[in-house]
Structures are given as C-alpha cells and as structure tokens.
C-alpha cells in the first residue's frame, strides 16, 4: 500500500476525528469522545497550539494519525507525550502504524526531548508486542491515575 506521512492542516480535523472516533469504538467506548471537530481545530491549529498530529494518507483518505503534545518530567525535563497513534482498522498490518511512530520518534528526536511516553491498554496485545520489539519499555508496575470532571467536581466540593 502506497502512503504518505505528513503533519496534519486544520482542513485535516473532520479525517482525525473520525479516527478519534473509530478508536473509541475499538476501546469499548464509543460514548467517551465528547471533544468536537471544532475543538481539535481551535486547540491543534489555532494561534497557540496545544497538540501536533502527523497523518498518515493515500490519495484517497487519511488512514492514520498520531497525535503528540509537550509534557514537562521533573526528574527529565521536556518529554513528549503520545496522545494517540491510530490506524484504520482496514488499514492495519501495512506499515502505517511504524511509520507514524516513526516520524514521532524523529519529531522527539529533533526537539531533544528526553523521553517520549504514551499509554497502552492490557488487552492489546498486538500493540503491545510491537512496542516492546521496537525497544520501548512498556512498564506493567505503573497504573494510569485520572480524574474526569465529575470527579473533580466531586472532590473540590469535598475539600471545601
């Protein structure tokens, strides 16, 4: 399959939400995705960005993207966080899902950041196995901590 990898346009967001949602139906939660085209827009190409996303497309359609935003590490310093790196589920096991990660490793590289972190859910074994045969440290003692809205709703009126 013949492919490009290059950074995504705002004329790009209605291609990467659709991915964004794709993922959340392959994750089990296809109720999660509350972001909006409109938001991916303003955040990742208005006048301060917030993210960068790479997209991976034929002539015909986007068929991957792999977004990445700066975190800030206190025992390493700039780090980049892979948010997402999502492949069409018609377009898996041809390369494309490598080659975007591939330009995120290249993109860390450039900026001389000292780490480039993401997450990976226990059941998906595949990608899994591929991060651990490129080299990365999946970390299995760590559990992912998070607060959704109501959660921190809840908790600031406890405080109070």
Known sequence: MNFTI??????????IFKLINELAIFEKEADAVVITAEDLREDGFGAHPKFHCFLAETD?????IALVYMRYSTWKGEVLHLEDLIVSEK?????????????VITFGNDLGVKRIGWEVLDWNTPAIEFYEHIG????RDWHVVQLDEKG?????VKRK
């Open 6 to 15: 290059r950074k995504a346009v705002s004329t790009d967001v209605d291609a």
């Open 91 to 103: 377009a898996r096991g041809k390369g494309i899902g490598g080659n975007l990660l591939t330009e």
């Open 152 to 156: 921190i709703e809840n908790y600031l």
């Open 136 to 139: 990365a440290d999946v970390k």
């Open 60 to 64: 015909e359609e986007v068929l991957g």
